[in-house]
C-alpha cells in the first residue's frame, strides 16, 4: 500500500515539482483572499473523496504567491480557478494536492493581511479588497476537512 499524501500550499507546490511539473510565481499575482474554484466533477471520480454530491465550486481561502504552472505528466487536473489553472490535482490514489488552505478561516486569513500590511509587502487597498471576499461568504471548511479526511484513509465516499 502507498503512504497517502496531502499537499497544501507549498506543498502543492513542492510535489508537482518534485514529479517533474514545473512551478513559478503566480502569472496573475498573489492572493490573500476567499475564493471560489471550479471543481472538475468527471475528473474526481473514480477515487470520489468528496462524497456523494461533488460540487461544482467550492469556497477556499487563499494565501499564496507562487502557482503550479505546469502539471507533472502522470497527475490528473480537479480544479481550476479564474486566477489559476491549477487549483487541485491528484497523482494516483496516494497524492491529493490543494492550492489553497483547507484548515484556515477568516480569522487567519485577516491575521495575515495586517501582518503583511504592517510589514510593508501590501497595500491598504490590496487589505480591503481581500477582506471583503470574507463579508458575505465563508470557505466550504467542513466540507474541505470530510475531503481531506476520507483521502487520507482512503475512503472514497
Not at 500500500?1 to 510535489?15: E, N, S, T
Not at 484556515?104 to 487589505?127: K, M, P
Not at 476537512?145 to 476520507?150: G, V, Y
Amino acid at each position: 500500500m502507498k503512504k497517502k499524501v496531502l499537499g497544501v500550499c507549498f506543498g502543492h507546490q513542492l510535489i508537482a515539482r518534485v514529479k517533474g511539473g514545473k512551478v513559478g510565481r503566480a502569472r496573475k499575482g498573489p492572493q490573500l483572499c476567499l475564493e471560489n474554484i471550479t471543481i472538475l466533477k468527471d475528473a474526481v471520480a473514480p477515487e470520489n473523496y468528496f462524497g456523494e454530491e461533488v460540487p461544482t465550486s467550492l469556497r477556499i481561502i487563499k494565501s499564496h504567491q507562487d502557482e503550479v504552472l505546469e502539471l507533472p505528466e502522470n497527475a490528473k487536473l480537479l480544479a481550476y480557478s479564474s486566477m489559476y489553472e491549477v487549483e487541485m490535482y491528484s497523482i494516483e490514489d496516494n497524492f491529493l494536492c490543494i492550492q489553497g488552505h483547507p484548515e484556515y478561516n477568516g480569522d487567519i486569513l485577516i491575521d495575515i493581511l495586517d501582518r503583511v500590511l504592517a510589514g510593508g509587502h501590501i497595500t491598504e487597498d490590496f487589505v480591503t479588497t481581500s477582506k471583503a471576499t470574507l463579508e458575505k461568504n465563508e470557505a466550504d471548511r467542513k466540507f474541505w476537512q470530510k475531503t481531506c479526511k476520507n483521502f487520507l484513509k482512503g475512503q472514497a465516499s
